[in-house]
């Protein structure tokens, strides 16, 4: 059982990058979350949304990549040792290559996939949804698999998310930051 002292402690990447390989973790301000298995019907949205995006980014500059991939998100210009929020969206789609290194991404991708799990649901509508908004993703989607609909949150010009739009899964999604890129929800139908 954990002390209150070490309840208390904060965390960092240096802390974060000598967990255990096969745990998942992500860090936020410092806190960790333990990340579980995600369901059948997440993995079957989440390889199916590589397919389409990575389709479409073909000989285009920018890059996704798919959970577990990590994702540095400094507070100003701090080292990596001491950055405390570490995330391994779903999927993250970056433009800027000089956020791309050996370890993953530092600073905000211009692009967010999360697809709710019970046990992160929360988790993704709020905390990383406060989160990404103060670190500048464009756009970020929470998907719910079994309800079947999709919030988009795309920052204004002040930089904040304004009321999501919400859409259902029986017609395309067309991404703001690729406006000729349009989610086809039809597998859906069959999974």
Not at 2 to 14: G, N, P, R, S
Not at 37 to 48: C, G, K, M, T, Y
């Amino acid at each position: 059982m954990a002390t209150a002292e070490q309840l208390q402690q904060k965390y960092t990447y240096t802390d974060y990058a000598q967990w255990p390989e096969n745990e998942r973790w992500e860090l936020i301000d410092g806190v960790p979350y333990a990340m579980t298995a995600p369901q059948r019907l997440h993995q079957d949205i989440v390889s199916e949304l590589c397919r389409q995006v990575g389709n479409y980014l073909q000989g285009k500059p920018c890059k996704f990549y798919v959970a577990p991939f990590d994702v540095r998100l400094p507070r100003k210009d701090e080292a990596d040792a001491k950055v405390e929020t570490v995330v391994q969206p779903d999927l993250s789609v970056i433009c800027d290559q000089s956020k791309l290194d050996k370890q993953g991404c530092r600073g905000a991708p211009d692009w967010i996939i999360e697809v709710l799990s019970p046990s992160t649901a929360l988790k993704d509508m709020n905390t990383k949804r406060s989160l990404y908004q103060q670190h500048g993703v464009q756009e970020y989607w929470i998907i719910h698999p079994e309800d079947r609909w999709i919030l988009v949150y795309t920052l204004d010009e002040q930089g904040h998310y304004g009321q999501p739009g919400v859409f259902g899964m029986d017609e395309p999604t067309t991404v703001q930051r690729f406006p000729d890129l349009n989610i086809d929800w039809s597998f859906m139908k069959i999974i």
